[in-house]
């Protein structure tokens, strides 16, 4: 598609239970983002690949909390033993490469996001 | 430590109405990226301008246009002549050289424009 594709739009899941969350890049874009944004409040950075490697997880809240992309295109981000405090909308984005990029910034795209209410 | 500040939480003005859009910036990183997004009701987000730290000329496009003043550490945004399709949350973000695109943003102004 010619955007950031983000499954499902919105989840409802029970405390304690496991969810996925899918983001679909952007065709050729090697860099990929995910982040949290609560209910006003801007977006707050949990996770960048570059490529198939995790290039930087400083965000990720805890350890029930992790994300994947093993072919270097989708990736899912993956919350173990939900709790209610996971609740918000999760984003994902994409740009170029961000090592060929440097000099002129990055522009990342953003997709619609999944938004997550744990009840 | 990178932090954005965007101390107007909402803001309302009437169609035709020009409106300033405050950002403050801090960051010891010599070489950085200054950004603003729009976010719609429907969510996404959708990128307005990217500027670098070496490139203080303020840019105009169409009734958009940014101040950016390294003296102040700020990156404000113009809307000239407001329409009810401005209505949105805009964020300003930063990013530094050496952080692979990883954006830090202000909490958002929320823009109400009114017929």
């Known amino acids: 598609g010619a955007g950031v594709s983000q499954t499902p739009s919105n989840k409802v899941t029970e405390k304690g239970k496991y969810v996925e969350l899918r983001c679909d890049p952007i065709?050729?874009?090697?860099?990929l983002y995910w982040y949290r944004q609560s209910l006003g409040q801007g977006p707050e950075f949990l996770i960048y690949?570059?490529?198939?490697?995790?290039?930087?997880d400083s965000g990720l809240p805890n350890d029930r909390f992790f994300a994947v992309r093993p072919e270097g295109s989708v990736s899912t981000l993956k919350i173990q033993r939900t709790e209610r405090g996971d609740s918000a909308v999760y984003l994902c984005?994409?740009?170029?490469?961000?090592?060929?990029?440097?000099?002129?910034?990055?522009?990342?795209?953003f997709g619609q996001g999944t938004r997550l209410t744990v009840v | 430590a990178q932090k954005v500040t965007q101390a107007q939480t909402e803001i309302s003005v009437v169609e035709k109405e020009d409106v300033t859009l405050d950002c403050v910036y801090e960051?010891?990183?010599?070489?950085?990226?200054l950004f603003w997004y729009k976010q719609p009701p429907s969510g996404e987000l959708v990128f307005l301008i990217r500027?670098?730290?070496?490139?203080?000329q303020n840019e105009i496009s169409g009734r958009y246009s940014w101040n950016f003043q390294k003296s102040t550490s700020s990156f404000n945004f113009t809307i000239t002549a407001s329409q009810v399709v401005d209505s949105a949350v805009y964020f300003c973000?930063?990013?530094?050289?050496?952080?692979?695109?990883?954006?830090?943003f202000g909490q958002g102004t929320e823009l109400s424009v009114k017929p």
């Open positions: 973000a930063l990013s530094a050289d050496n952080q692979g695109g990883k954006l830090i």
């Open positions: 984005a994409s740009s170029l490469d961000t090592y060929r990029d440097r000099g002129r910034g990055t522009e990342a795209f």
């Open positions: 500027r670098n730290s070496f490139d203080e």
């Open positions: 690949f570059q490529g198939t490697g995790a290039a930087d």
């Open positions: 065709s050729g874009h090697t860099a």
């Open positions: 960051t010891r990183d010599t070489t950085y990226y």
